[in-house]
């Protein structure tokens, strides 16, 4: 019923006002993307600005992708300085007043979720540490929720036309992911308490969800390569905690997971980090369905 009052309510306002294009929409990641997707629909044109594959962390401020800016209606981002190597640039460049920063067209997801790893003190010895916070949010479905709601509310904001087609939609997205919520938590639900070394700390999110426990990491300081000395030193960690697999994000270099794999007889567990990063994350159920199977393998 209330269904089919969100619909009369978008033929409603279709007839009201004049047709418009698409929104065009600039996402800065490919799980905010297909977020964006999902509640806009075919009112929404999305860009990703970065692809699953590539390193987040370092991405150029390119001519394509100011262009992109330029003519975007929509803005977003992780935030939480993720971007802060190549947005402000971007944003400078375009010279579009409709998506700079505190314009109802950029939108941040770190507003909307609760911050883990928040540094106590910032220090550059200590590597790209994030003084806001890890940003990697996407990891928690239930974040990818929390952002939802927000996300519909914005599109709603800078499209009413389309208010209520965004409202049905978040709706309808809305109670399926809390449905997959609950099947992801029951079929994770062997790996709560289970011991993983991360590559990078990328997964704080995904840890906290699942119960996952980082007893080591192989990159010394956040996007450091690790040391011939600080390996050794996870191999001791290894061997005294009895981690059950070593976790890595696709986009990551192979070779130190392979290292510690081999050294310490682990499984490697490659994560897709986001929609695309496997050829299963094709969308963002599938970013969540593949992850649970892939952390559950080495508990066969
Ligand atoms: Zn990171």
């Given at each position: 019923m209330q269904k089919l009052f969100f619909i009369l309510l978008a033929m409603l306002s279709l007839t009201a006002t004049p047709a418009r294009a698409t929104l065009n929409v600039f996402a800065c990641e490919p799980e905010w993307g297909a977020l964006v997707q999902e509640l806009g629909g075919d009112k929404v044109t999305v860009y990703n600005a970065?692809?699953?594959?590539?390193?987040?962390h370092h991405v150029q401020a390119k001519p394509s992708l100011i262009a992109r800016a330029r003519t975007a209606n929509l803005m977003v981002c992780t935030g939480m300085e993720l971007e802060i190597g190549w947005l402000p640039m971007v944003l400078r460049q375009a010279?579009?007043?409709?998506?700079?920063?505190?314009?109802?067209g950029y939108f941040e997801a770190g507003n909307y979720v609760r911050r883990l790893e928040i540094p106590a003190r910032l220090d550059?010895?200590?590597?790209?540490?994030h003084a806001q916070g890890n940003p990697h949010i996407q990891t928690d479905p239930r974040n990818i929720g929390r952002v939802g709601d927000a996300l519909a509310q914005r599109l709603a904001e800078i499209d009413p036309a389309n208010a209520a087609f965004y409202q049905a939609r978040h709706h309808d997205f809305a109670q399926r992911w809390q449905d997959a919520i609950k099947r992801w938590e029951a079929q994770a639900a062997p790996l709560k308490g289970v011991a993983i070394v991360v590559q990078h700390k990328a997964f704080p999110y995904l840890q906290e969800w699942l119960g996952l426990r980082e007893v080591a990491t192989l990159e010394p300081k956040p996007g450091v390569e690790p040391t011939v000395a600080h390996l050794a030193q996870v191999r001791q960690q290894a061997a005294n905690s009895h981690p059950r697999m070593v976790i890595r994000a696709a986009?990551?270099?192979?070779?130190p997971a392979e290292w510690l794999s081999t050294e310490a007889k682990l499984p490697i567990v490659v994560l897709?980090?986001?929609?695309?990063?496997?050829?299963?994350?094709?969308?963002l159920t599938a970013l969540f369905d593949d992850t649970v199977a892939r952390l559950l393998v080495p508990l066969k």
């Open positions: 970065t692809q699953a594959l590539q390193d987040v010279g579009n007043p409709e998506v700079q920063p505190g314009k109802p550059r010895a200590d590597g790209d540490v986009y990551n270099s192979a070779r897709p980090f986001t929609v695309g990063g496997t050829p299963e994350a094709k969308d």
